[in-house]
């Protein structure tokens, strides 16, 4: 049996901090990112988040340390085994020797024992009948860039429970939003049935583009001369390839358009929009050319007629 609180190499008096501060350095050690191919210590690494995911959490260290490697078992009932253990005998914590105490008669404690009383047996002597238990959920979150929540993607998902870790391949469906629900069936906690995997998707802010609902927003940069002689510029950017937009001469900063059908798609319901606004860029300082021809061409506009505040 493996001594938790050696994985993590802290004492059984560590404090909260110690042992936070000794997990984050474990990982960091061990983590896989930092060690590929290293069998080792990927193994290292699962043992000390194991470890961590007990001795982080007040409620479950309490149980390990009264109740030693048992308190792990899924589905475990604290005051039903310190009820057994007072009609017992008891058992001591982990790093005392034997599980269990031999009380020296016919009646020595078994695992059995301590498990059917625990989890719905009717203890010694009584006829046991199996008990179906549903396995815990496991809920948790994933990240996914905007662009792979618009277009679907597989993404790789650990766990690890009870020192045992898989990997699972979570299939994140095409248009998915932030905040969205993934189900994964029997994939949670051990019982009959097995528990669900229960995910929820945050999806990742854009550094261009956002969505609304069913539609996307972009905003997208333009040149002054592009603006002001409007008609069409090319490699306009969409989620779906890139598109020819056509501006109007004398586009102003802000003008927004819409390209229908180019927002989010899922299969089955309505195509959203894409609502591009323009984003006009002045060249920099120093065209003294370009400051005549504004002169000209706009010094005596009175641009702020009719505002008030």
Same mark, same amino acid.
């Given at each position: 049996?493996?001594?938790?609180?050696?994985?993590?190499?802290?004492?059984?008096?560590?404090?909260?901090?110690?042992?936070? %501060?000794?997990?984050?350095?474990? !990982?960091?050690?061990?983590?896989?990112?930092?060690?590929?191919?290293?069998? =080792?210590?990927? =193994? +290292?690494?699962?043992?000390?988040? /194991?470890?961590?995911?007990?001795?982080?959490?007040?409620?479950?260290?309490?149980?390990?340390?009264?109740?030693?490697?048992?308190?792990? /078992?899924?589905?475990?009932?604290?005051?039903?085994?310190?009820?057994?253990?007072?009609?017992?005998?008891?058992?001591?914590?982990?790093?005392?020797?034997?599980?269990?105490?031999?009380?020296?008669?016919?009646?020595?404690?078994?695992?059995?024992?301590?498990? !059917?009383?625990?989890?719905? &047996?009717?203890?010694?002597?009584?006829?046991?009948?199996?008990?179906? +238990?549903?396995?815990?959920?496991? %809920? @948790?979150?994933?990240?996914?860039?905007?662009?792979?929540?618009?277009? &679907? $993607?597989?993404?790789?998902?650990?766990? *690890?429970?009870?020192?045992?870790? +898989?990997?699972?391949?979570?299939?994140?469906?095409?248009?998915?939003? *932030?905040?969205?629900?993934?189900?994964?069936?029997?994939? @949670? @906690?051990?019982?009959?049935?097995? &528990?669900?995997?229960?995910? /929820?998707?945050?999806?990742?802010?854009?550094?261009?583009?956002?969505?609304?609902?069913?539609?996307?927003?972009?905003?997208?940069? $333009?040149?002054?001369?592009?603006?002001?002689?409007?008609?069409?510029?090319?490699?306009?950017? !969409?989620?779906?390839?890139?598109?020819?937009? %056509?501006?109007?001469?004398?586009?102003?900063?802000?003008?927004?358009? +819409?390209?229908?059908?180019?927002?989010?798609? $899922?299969?089955?319901?309505? /195509?959203?929009?894409?609502?591009?606004? #323009?984003? $006009?860029? #002045?060249?920099?300082? &120093?065209?003294?050319?370009?400051?005549?021809? #504004?002169?000209?061409?706009?010094?005596?506009?009175?641009?702020?007629?009719?505002?008030?505040?």
């Amino acid at each position: 049996m493996k001594d938790l609180y050696k994985s993590l190499g802290v004492s059984r008096t560590a404090n909260p901090a110690e042992i936070k %501060k000794a997990y984050r350095k474990l !990982t960091r050690q061990y983590h896989p990112d930092r060690n590929p191919g290293d069998a =080792e210590a990927e =193994e +290292r690494f699962k043992d000390v988040s /194991t470890a961590y995911e007990v001795l982080g959490n007040d409620d479950k260290r309490s149980a390990y340390d009264e109740f030693g490697e048992v308190s792990l /078992t899924q589905g475990f009932d604290a005051d039903k085994a310190r009820a057994y253990k007072s009609r017992r005998g008891g058992f001591s914590p982990p790093g005392g020797g034997a599980v269990f105490d031999d009380l020296g008669d016919a009646r020595a404690t078994s695992f059995e024992d301590l498990i !059917t009383a625990m989890f719905g &047996g009717g203890g010694q002597g009584a006829t046991r009948r199996p008990v179906n +238990r549903r396995g815990a959920n496991i %809920k @948790g979150d994933i990240s996914v860039s905007l662009m792979d929540a618009l277009h &679907g $993607v597989s993404v790789p998902l650990r766990i *690890d429970q009870a020192g045992q870790g +898989r990997t699972l391949d979570v299939k994140v469906p095409q248009g998915m939003p *932030d905040g969205g629900k993934l189900r994964l069936r029997g994939q @949670g @906690g051990p019982g009959q049935p097995s &528990g669900d995997v229960i995910l /929820t998707v945050r999806v990742k802010n854009h550094d261009h583009l956002r969505r609304e609902g069913r539609d996307l927003h972009l905003r997208l940069p $333009v040149s002054a001369y592009e603006a002001y002689r409007g008609g069409p510029i090319e490699d306009v950017p !969409t989620p779906w390839g890139p598109v020819t937009l %056509k501006l109007p001469a004398g586009a102003q900063n802000g003008l927004k358009m +819409r390209l229908r059908g180019k927002g989010v798609q $899922v299969p089955g319901r309505d /195509t959203g929009d894409l609502y591009v606004t #323009l984003d $006009v860029r #002045l060249p920099g300082a &120093g065209h003294e050319g370009l400051l005549e021809a #504004l002169e000209q061409a706009q010094g005596r506009e009175q641009v702020r007629t009719g505002m008030h505040l």
